[in-house]
């Protein structure tokens, strides 16, 4: 089974800086299969990266995907208010796993 | 529009199956490169995928909770059952279908449901 970390645990920023997460995985992602979630308290993740870097219908383009192999980056170019949450990690090339998460906090 | 609802108990007990239904709307369970999966969510925890089902009704379970779980669909009422047997305290979780988008194996979740929390306690 593929293990993800994720990194740092938890990310404090403010309104407008750049927000930089990070996913390695225990062994190669096959053909980039890592998309990437955003959780906000009490509801439902939502997708916003496939295919390691393809954005999802209605995502805005601060958030980027980046990354192949084992190393995977989610960027949030200028931090917006709604954009602090949870944030997950998952690759889909050998089973599915799913990272720990990484919060983005207000500093 | 695409939704999915899940449905099912609040609350069972130790040692009771669990049996969790996710109705769908906005898409065919028949469509191909489509299917549905069950993640679940411990309070605080991170996010656990359990299993899927797609339109060919080819299944996959989580490795580690295979010997516990069943999977099924109606597609004449847009459902996916999962069963869970011998539930533990350690079950108590936020239990969520998804749609998952995939030509693999397996793939991707581009719509949730808004989860249901299932406690296990005596």
């Known amino acids: 089974e593929i293990v993800l970390t994720q990194s740092p645990g938890t990310l404090s920023l403010s309104p407008g800086e750049r927000a930089t997460l990070s996913c390695r995985a225990s062994q190669s992602v096959s053909s980039s299969y890592l998309a990437w979630y955003q959780q906000k308290p009490g509801q439902a993740p939502r997708l916003l990266i496939y295919g390691a870097s393809s954005r999802a219908t209605g995502i805005p383009d601060r958030f980027s995907g980046s990354g192949s192999g084992t190393d995977f980056t989610l960027t949030i170019s200028r931090l917006e208010p709604e954009d602090f949450a949870v944030y997950y990690c998952?690759?889909?090339?050998?089973?599915?796993?799913f990272g720990p998460g990484t919060k983005v906090d207000i500093k | 529009q695409v939704t999915l609802k899940e449905s099912g108990p609040v609350l069972v007990k130790p040692t009771e199956t669990l049996t969790l239904t996710c109705t769908v709307s906005?898409?065919?369970?028949?469509?191909?490169?489509?299917?549905v999966s069950w993640i679940r969510q411990p309070p605080g925890k991170a996010l656990e995928w359990l299993a899927h089902i797609f339109s060919n009704d080819e299944k996959s379970y989580s490795t580690s909770l295979k010997s516990r779980l069943t999977i099924s669909k109606d597609t004449s009422k847009s459902q996916v059952v999962l069963t869970m047997t011998n539930m533990d305290p350690v079950d108590t979780a936020t239990y969520y279908c998804?749609?998952?988008?995939?030509?693999?194996?397996?793939?991707?979740?581009?719509?949730w449901g808004q989860g249901t929390l299932v406690t296990v306690s005596s």
């Open positions: 998804a749609r998952i988008i995939t030509t693999l194996p397996f793939g991707y979740f581009d719509y």
């Open positions: 906005g898409f065919s369970l028949s469509n191909a490169r489509m299917g």
């Open positions: 998952q690759q889909y090339g050998s089973r599915v796993t």
